[in-house]
């Protein structure tokens, strides 16, 4: 039998006030316990004028504290709520299964323990920037990873798809509990993108607008700069394709055969 308590993680998007979605704002409106984490006190206010019973999130976030535990400490609080009968709301920037933890996982707690819980899709980072830049994944394909899982897991590279990297700022921090890594850690970033593309090939360091009044980063930059930029928790790398991807001859070969085949 299903328990009465319920979970909603909805998206905010990441321009205030201008991407969150009809449905989103309506359980945010309807929840009996909202908890939000979103990048900035202005978005966290505006999320406030929503609900009479909006909880912070933030404060859980510390230098030197393992977002393991911080992620524990969210899924436990929202959790809390749940069980005893209420509608929670988790209010999340962006998209709240994009590059994030504790939505998933909270949800697996309260399905696994009996509760109604899913999950609204935001306009994402991810959604901005093709936006912004002006590029369309379908064109080349598209390969997005983590920068710190994509060195230390020695992830493959095709230099012909775009490639998003997330959490640069944040790159090679074991610990998973700096708010900001180094021109060293960043150094090692560049020397291995390096080995796949020319030191001179253009990327981006993008950052989408948070406030409707304000511009999105979009510095092009050669490879071999970018230790040495300015980076923050909210910088995506986007590299652009190398060259065009090779033609597979035999394949092409095929679907011409099977295409007469279909006109006969
Ligand atoms: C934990 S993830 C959260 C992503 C978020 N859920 C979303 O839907 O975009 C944090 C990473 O998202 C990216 N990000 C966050 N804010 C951003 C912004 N304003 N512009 C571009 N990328 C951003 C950065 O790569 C950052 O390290």
Redesign the pocket.
């Known amino acids: 039998m299903k328990q009465s308590g319920s979970l909603v993680c909805v ?1 905010t998007g ?1 321009t205030l006030g201008a991407h969150i979605s009809p449905v989103c704002r309506s359980h945010i409106e309807a929840a009996d316990v909202v908890f939000v984490s979103v ?1 900035d006190a202005l978005t966290e206010q505006w999320v406030s004028g929503m609900n009479k019973d909006v909880r912070s999130l933030q404060d859980l976030y510390a230098e030197g504290k393992s977002r393991h535990q911080t992620y524990r400490e969210m899924i436990d609080l929202m959790m809390q709520e749940v069980r005893r009968g209420h509608r929670v709301c988790g209010a ?4 709240p299964g ?3 933890y504790a939505p998933h996982r909270v949800i697996e707690v309260a399905r696994d323990e009996g509760y109604q819980a899913h999950m609204e899709p ?1 306009i ?3 959604d901005c920037l093709y936006a912004d830049l002006g590029l369309d994944p379908g064109r080349t394909g598209c390969i997005h990873y983590e920068a710190s899982q994509y060195l230390l897991y020695d992830r493959m590279i095709d230099p012909t798809a775009l490639v998003v990297l ?4 944040v790159v090679g921090d074991r610990s998973v509990s700096q708010l900001v890594t180094g021109m060293n850690q960043r150094a090692l970033l560049a020397e291995q993108l390096m080995s796949v593309y020319p030191s001179e090939h253009e990327i981006i360091l ?3 607008a ?1 406030l409707p009044i304000s511009r999105p980063r979009m510095d092009r930059i050669a490879l071999e700069r970018f230790s040495e930029s300015e980076i923050s ?4 790398m986007v590299i652009p394709a190398l060259h065009s991807p090779q033609l597979n001859q035999k394949v092409a070969d095929k679907f011409a055969e099977l295409a007469e085949l279909h006109t006969e």
């Open positions: 998206g990441m990048s999340f920037y962006g998209h994009v590059f994030a935001g994402s980072a991810e997330w959490q640069i700022g993008y950052e989408c948070t928790a909210e910088t995506t």
